[in-house]
């Protein structure tokens, strides 16, 4: 039986079918294809970000102006 660092016919084999793989991932097109979708995706998490924080800045102001009003009329 060959340990982790001896050389043997499994080894040989191993190493040939991850070289099978890397060479069939390295040839499809669904990696490229993953990455677009990972880009598109950051890109909508930017906007729905940006969104929100707007948002949220505009209803703390609003929300502000609101109370501001509130007490300027029941102190009159």
């Keep these: 039986m060959a340990g982790p ?17 890397v060479s069939r991932f390295l040839r499809a097109e669904d990696g490229p294809t993953a ?7 950051a890109l909508i998490i930017v906007v729905c970000i940006t969104a929100i924080t707007t948002l949220g800045t505009n209803a703390k102001g609003t929300f502000n102006n609101v109370a501001l009003n509130g007490a300027i009329s029941s102190a009159s």
């Design 5 to 21: 660092c001896q050389a043997g016919p499994e080894r040989g084999q191993r190493m040939r079918s991850l070289s099978a793989a």
């Design 35 to 41: 990455v677009e979708y990972a880009v598109m995706l």
